[in-house]
DNA sequence: CATCTGTATCGACGTTTGTCAATGCATTTC
DNA sequence: GAAATGCATTGACAAACGTCGATACAGATG
């Protein structure tokens, strides 16, 4: 039991910080799923705020729905809100941006391996 | 009920490759939780191949489930394995160190907001 | 050969998650 | 003011998910 046979020097494993891992899987499961992936796609090519009618239409499955998975986006600060009137306009946040052509980035590199 | 007052201008709205945004969903999954994400971090730090009883080590749940995780971040390509005698030996993948920078950038991102 | 060890798989269990129908509320529309 | 509309919330339900204990199996160890 003196020394493990799977590797005969010991490797040097740097603790990671579990706060941050957390962070990142709260952030990766706020996306991990298709229908508010495609909300948030097509908030991101918008350049102007959308409201929550016009998303319901582009998405299949319900109002109620689609306002679910827009505060699941909103509480991971990827999309903000802005209420005038009966209406609720929503914009991609910057981070949202970044998130998502982060992971367009990893998938062309996938395709590309 | 002709023009909806909501955005009085119709939105541009380009359609979106359905299987794209499918094969993106998937990969955040796949990083979607916290012990797979720091069995991913580990293995993106290493140089050298890890073996599995190194990685139990470092992770608070037991060796079947970081086999599990293990074999989702195989399917997702994060992680390639080569056996050698009783041992399995993990390594990170391009994909891999690519996916977790790009969430670590985002993340960054997200505190300077 | 007999035993021990490292890893994967299976079955079960509790939790989380995505979806819907129903409802409530605020504001617009007539 | 009354009806209609846009959005959020609630409660319910099924499916997906993370974890564990038990087991199987292959290869190492003695």
Redesign the interface.
């Known amino acids: 039991m003196a020394q ?1 046979s ?2 005969l020097i010991d ?1 040097e ?2 603790s ?1 910080d ?1 706060g ?6 709260a ?3 706020a ?4 229908t ?3 909300l948030l ?2 908030l991101v ?2 350049k102007e705020p ?2 929550v ?2 998303l319901v239409e ?1 998405v299949p499955v319900g109002q109620p729905t689609v306002s679910h998975h827009l505060r699941i986006l909103r509480q991971a ?1 990827l999309v903000t809100v802005e209420r005038r009137g009966t ?1 609720a306009y929503y914009q991609a ?3 949202a941006r ?3 052509a ?6 062309a ?2 395709v590309a ?1």
Chains 1, 2 share one sequence.
């Open positions: 493990r799977c590797c490797r494993m740097p990671l579990t941050r891992m957390r962070q990142l899987a952030l990766a499961r996306l991990a799923d298709e508010r992936l495609t796609a097509l090519q918008q959308l409201c009618c016009h582009r600060h209406w946040t910057p981070l970044a998130a998502l982060a992971l367009e980035q990893v998938l590199e996938q391996t």
